[in-house]
Each structure stands twice: as structure tokens, then as C-alpha cells.
């Protein structure tokens, strides 16, 4: 059993550090006890970005989605209607594609090389920071790439990000070989509902 030390708990409590994201913007010098818990939820933090030439940004605040939308205006978007496969065009190149459901929704599809041999299709659904009562949640979705050898498919429930604290790593992706991807002849199919 570990002993407690009163006298060490005072000296640490009296001391204080600055926010380790001042370079982003924080300005606040915190409680050296409290440092942990101001530095996972500081508006300052630096935050992920699942676009491959961006990675880091100063959120200041700000949620990905609007991240992407001033930063990536010229990110290309698809429309889905709500309970059918849509077609969303992408190109060879392109690694994200933002996805617009009716009025209710916005999901970035991202496509990611995954080793040297393939890529990795995945759906993540982008929210406010904080999440605003009109957006829906829980989303379940289906992606289907249709291939010369069949068709491939996932589908599962959507992970809702308001900021990405952490490099993007998809809940579930869905794995394209080099050999059949070919987005001309393999087009790639998105249902959410």
C-alpha cells in the first residue's frame, strides 16, 4: 500500500506550470495538480486532421468540420439520401471526400493507402464542438466498392468527431487491393441511415 505525503502534495499543490499548448495559443498558467486534466480538454490543444497533407492544426475551438470547411474548402462532396446506396465519386488521388446526408448530416469519407498494396475506406461522421442538439447520432452506414472480382462491403455504426485529439485511426475500414481498385471501374457506394 502506497503512502501518502501531505507535505509533497502541498509543495505540488502551490506550484504552478504553464499549458504545454501556449505555442498554439493557451495563455494559462494552471495548478501543477490540475495540469493534466486543463491540458486533455484545452481549446488550444493541437488537434488531427485525417486529410495526409495537413495532419496538425491550432483548433483554437474549432470542431474538424469546420477545420475542413475553411481550411479544405476545396475538399470535393458528394450527396447520400438517407436509406440507399448513393454513388460517390472518387478519384485515384483524392484521400477524403466529404459526404452530405439530406440536411441532417455531414461524413467525411476518408481513403487511405494501407501498406503498399491497397487502401483503407472508411465513414466518419462530423460534428459541432460542443455537439449541437439537432444533430443526430448513431448513425449506421454501408460501404460497397464494385469490382471486376465482386463487390466488397462494410457497414457497421459511425464514429461521431467533434476534434481528434489523437492521428485518425478508423473504428473499421474496409480494405481495397491495388490489384481491383480502380475508382473509374470500381466505384464506390454509401448508405446511411
Not at 481549446?43 to 495532419?55: D, E, G, S, V, W
Not at 439520401?81 to 483524392?94: F, I, K, N, Q, Y
Not at 460501404?143 to 473504428?171: D, F, W
Request: net charge neutral; hydrophobic share 35%; aromatic share 8%.
Amino acid at each position: 500500500m502506497a503512502k501518502r505525503c501531505d507535505i509533497m502534495e502541498r509543495v505540488l499543490g502551490g506550484m504552478t506550470a504553464p499549458c504545454s499548448f501556449r505555442e498554439f495559443g493557451c495563455s494559462a498558467t494552471i495548478p501543477f495538480t490540475k495540469k493534466l486534466a486543463h491540458e486533455e480538454s484545452c481549446l488550444h490543444a493541437p488537434c488531427h486532421c485525417p486529410i495526409p497533407y495537413c495532419r496538425l492544426y491550432a483548433n483554437s475551438g474549432r470542431s474538424l468540420r469546420e477545420h475542413i470547411e475553411t481550411k479544405h474548402c476545396l475538399v470535393p462532396y458528394g450527396n447520400a439520401t438517407a436509406g440507399s446506396l448513393s454513388p460517390v465519386r472518387v478519384c485515384d488521388s483524392e484521400p477524403v471526400r466529404l459526404v452530405f446526408l439530406d440536411a441532417r448530416a455531414v461524413f467525411l469519407l476518408v481513403v487511405e493507402r494501407s501498406g503498399p498494396s491497397g487502401r483503407a475506406v472508411s465513414v466518419v461522421q462530423l460534428v459541432s464542438e460542443p455537439v449541437k442538439e439537432e444533430e443526430e447520432k448513431d448513425f449506421k452506414y454501408k460501404i460497397q466498392v464494385h469490382t471486376q472480382a465482386g463487390v466488397l462491403s462494410l457497414s457497421g455504426e459511425t464514429q461521431s468527431v467533434g476534434r481528434l485529439m489523437r492521428p485518425y485511426q478508423a473504428a473499421a475500414s474496409l480494405f481495397v487491393s491495388d490489384d481491383v481498385w480502380s475508382p473509374r471501374d470500381s466505384p464506390v457506394y454509401l448508405e446511411l441511415k
